[in-house]
C-alpha cells in the first residue's frame, strides 16, 4: 500500500511538471534598449524581438506604457512554437528635452505571463546634437527629400477631410524617422503613423487636412524628423466654403452668388 501511494505521488508530480512545462516561453533577444541621442520631435522607434522557444502558441493580451508619451504595439496573431514577434515602443519626444526613462510592460499567456521592456535616451534640440557630432558622425545622417513641397487641394468644405500624398526619399545615410506635423490651424495630422525609411529608399506620406474656417487657406506644415540639416515644409491651400453643394449660395464680394 505504501508503495501504491508513492507511486501515485510520483505520477502527479511527473503531470504537473508535463502540464508546467506544455506552454509557449517569451525569449526576447533584448528587454532594454538606449537610443542614446534623440533629436527633439521625431518618433523614437525599437522593435523588441522575441521567439517562442515554447511548447504552446502564445498569445499577447496587452501591452501596457508607463506613460502617455510612448506608444506601443505588437504582435496581434498567435506566435507558434518557434516562431517570432516583436513588441514595438514608439517615444514621442516633441517638446520633451532631456532624458527619458520608460518602460512597456508585455501581458501573455506565456510561462511568465508579465514581462516589463525598457527604453531610454537624452532629447536634444537639433543644433546641440549637431554640436556632440564629428563631421564623419554628421555626414551619415539621414536627410529628407520631397517630392513636391505643396499641394492645392481647390474647393473643399469646412471640416472636409482630404488627403495630400507627397512622395519623401531618404538621400542620406542612415534611418529617416519622419516626427511630428506643425501647423498654426492645427488641423493636419498623418493618416498613419510614418514608418522609417531606409537610405536611398523612397516612401508615401499621406497629410490629412481638415479646415475648419471658410475662405482662401494657406498652411505652412513643418514636417519634423531627425535629418540634421533641417526640417521639411510643405505648404497646402485650398478655397474653403461652407456647401459645396451646388445649389448652395455662398458670399462672394459682398453678395450671394450661386456657387459655380
Known sequence: ???????????????????????????????AHDFSNVAEGTMASYEFKFKNTGTQPIVIANVQASCGCTTPDWTKTPVLPGKSGMVKAVYSSAGRPGVFNKTVTVTS?????????SIKGTVLGKDELKSKLTPAQLAQSPHAKLNTTSHDF??????QQSIARFAVQNTGKQ?????????????????????????????????IYAPRQAGQSLEVVTMSSNDLSGDAKVTLQANVVRDLNAASMVKESGSAVPFK
Not at 510520483?10 to 533584448?30: D, N, R, V
Not at 534611418?175 to 493636419?188: A, E, F, P, Q, R
Open 154 to 159: 481647390g474647393k473643399m468644405e469646412v471640416g
Open 109 to 117: 499567456n506565456a510561462a511568465t505571463p508579465s514581462t516589463v521592456l
Open 175 to 207: 534611418d529617416l524617422v519622419l516626427g511630428m506635423l506643425s501647423s498654426s490651424c492645427n488641423c493636419v495630422g498623418y493618416k498613419a503613423t510614418p514608418q522609417p525609411i531606409k537610405p536611398g529608399q523612397s516612401a508615401p506620406v499621406e497629410l
Open 1 to 31: 500500500m505504501k508503495n501504491f501511494v508513492s507511486l501515485l505521488f510520483g505520477l502527479g508530480l511527473l503531470l504537473t511538471g508535463f502540464g508546467a512545462s506544455a506552454q509557449g516561453i517569451m525569449t526576447f533577444e533584448k528587454d
